[in-house]
């Protein structure tokens, strides 16, 4: 047990002194590899701390897509880098902030270390009401069922998410297709990969949406594997992003939340509440919406990570 | 044999941790990505270790999740790595990767 | 036979673990970036596949065992398409290391 621990502290180090760095250092570039490094520890920590639902989550979000996102704004900042370096705040300023900084972390150490000892818990009250909902991966029955609502509201936010995105685009560019994506030169070594891996992929990120019932996985894992292989395939030129004026594209970006939105109105005379599931019919419909939302879910990422619209015509240089 | 697989598990963790010295010295962001790639290879041996050593099966599935999205992110940064202006991208949002603006004026919904 | 097994993974996975400390050690010490990718995916392959070599025998059943070999044929994969791709962009001078060991890295491996 004892090893255990040693393990947990040095992780622990490991990551606060990462994560520091990651403050610290003044290149884009390698603070965004040293994020995605930190999210790697941390999909590890979770573990350690058996939260595998989360652990997966971070593994998808925090090491594959946040990389992408993250660099593409690094490479766009890169130019202004050094200026606004020497634009900085006034020490007075920094330190100021930093003491603030502090304050928030040390009063969020207070709180934690001032929770009663058994500490407050919903966990069993989620067991109790585990059956009648017929999954078993409480954290699926908690997202889909006790607190559908939140997750309604966290499929719906990615759309506005999306148009925000969208509405940067210059005016001329506007409802044609996205152009943020990296557009290495055309290499076979990439090529290959990228006929490769997606269908393993798919294969995965279906695994994890059926899996996501009874064991750790879910809807927005398998949706970022789905979402990874489809801007892989866009990376490598072997397609290109669609145009966003396309009504099938913006069809399925909403589908996930209409279908949720219907089931959950429908709950209101089949079932007395919205978002209420008739008695028996729990485990096929959250099964129906995850699957759904797992479509739009990942259809929205890969138009996020894909940046704004850009231009009409199809982006890559032949090379 | 728990013991021998948790053991392996620091061990490998921690060996690779201390590549991660290279992320700090870089010098080119090649180097760093490497220290990165080399921590995920790591993590990932690391958490068949544990999953095996626990008997928890899940786990192994966050390794499977980060070896698929691993080879995800090492492309998008090798390809981020170089770009020919040094800016955003080959064509960006910048006006000028358009033609003429006139083909572009279209009705949109 | 179970003590077979466990030798063999007691075997396997210290092999594994000596190769991950060997990539390590080769990405910190060596001079440039192509001999660091050498020898890290040294450790990619021959590291995470005696490891996962090593958990064979200790795993439950088949499919368990399908996803330790998925995961050290993804690694693999991912390894050697990065390795191609960076050491494409090793032989173009990048501005980072102008001043660095880019000429010795080219000579070497030309």
């Known amino acids: 047990m004892t090893n255990a621990l040693i393990v947990d502290a040095a992780l622990v180090l490991l990551v606060l002194g990462l994560a520091l760095w990651v403050i610290a250092t003044r290149a884009a570039y390698s603070a965004v590899v040293g994020f995605v490094a930190y999210g790697l520890l941390m999909a590890i920590i979770w573990v350690r701390l058996a939260a595998v639902d989360v652990a997966m989550t971070e593994a998808a979000l925090g090491t594959g897509l946040t990389g992408l996102l993250l660099l593409g704004a690094a490479a766009r900042l890169a130019p202004y880098e050094t200026a606004e370096f020497d634009r900085r705040p006034g020490r007075g300023l920094r330190v100021l902030i930093g003491l603030l900084c502090a304050t928030i972390a040390l009063g969020l150490a207070v709180v934690v270390l001032l929770l009663p000892e058994p500490a407050p818990t919903l966990a069993l009250l989620v067991a109790d009401n585990l059956p009648p909902t017929g999954v078993e991966n409480p954290v699926t029955g908690v997202l889909l069922a006790h607190r559908a609502i939140d997750t309604l509201l966290e499929s719906v936010v990615l759309l506005p998410a999306l148009i925000g995105v969208w509405s940067v685009a210059a005016d001329p560019a506007w409802g044609g297709r996205p152009g943020s994506l990296p557009r290495p030169p055309a290499s076979s070594a990439l090529t290959l990969l990228a006929q490769v891996l997606p269908p393993f992929g798919i294969l995965v990120g279906i695994h994890l949406v059926w899996n996501g019932a009874d064991d750790p996985g879910g809807k927005f894992q398998g949706a970022t594997v789905l979402a990874a292989m489809w801007v892989l395939v866009l990376i490598a030129g072997l397609r290109e992003p669609p145009a966003v004026r396309e009504r099938r594209l913006r069809l399925l970006l909403v589908i996930g939340a209409l279908v949720f939105i219907g089931i959950g109105t429908s709950g209101i005379w089949l079932a007395g509440a919205f978002l209420a599931y008739p008695e028996g019919y729990a485990k096929p419909l959250i099964l129906a919406i995850e699957a759904v939302l797992t479509l739009s879910i990942a259809a929205t990422l890969g138009l996020l990570l894909a940046g704004p619209p850009a231009s009409d015509q199809p982006t890559r240089k032949t090379s | 044999m728990h013991e021998f697989l948790l053991g392996a598990a620091a061990f490998v963790l921690g060996t690779v941790a201390l590549g991660l010295m290279r992320l700090l010295r870089g010098p080119g962001h090649a180097d760093r990505m490497l220290a990165a790639q080399l921590l995920g290879t790591g993590g990932v041996a690391a958490l068949l270790l544990l999953g095996v050593a626990t008997g928890v099966g899940a786990i192994a599935e966050v390794a499977l999740l980060l070896a698929l999205l691993a080879a995800f992110a090492s492309v998008a940064f090798v390809s981020g790595i170089h770009r020919p202006d040094g800016r955003g991208n080959a064509s960006g949002t910048a006006p000028s990767a358009t033609g003429s603006p006139g083909e572009h004026r279209r009705e949109t919904a | 036979m179970r003590l077979a097994l ?73 390894g050697a398409t990065v390795g191609q791709l960076l050491a494409g962009k090793a032989a173009v001078p990048d501005p980072d290391r102008a001043q660095t060991l880019a000429p010795v890295a080219g000579s070497r491996h030309d």
């Not at chain 3, 030798?7 to 060997?22: D, P, Q, R, W, Y």
């Open chain 3, 6 to 78: 466990d030798i063999l993974t007691i075997v396997a996975v210290s092999l594994g673990a000596i190769f991950f400390l060997a990539g390590t050690v080769g990405l910190l010490r060596f001079p440039d970036t192509l001999t660091r990718l050498h020898a890290l995916t040294k450790a990619d392959n021959l590291g995470l596949g005696l490891v996962v070599l090593g958990l064979l025998p200790q795993v439950s059943g088949p499919l368990s065992a399908l996803a330790l070999l998925a995961v050290w044929l993804l690694a693999l994969l991912s």
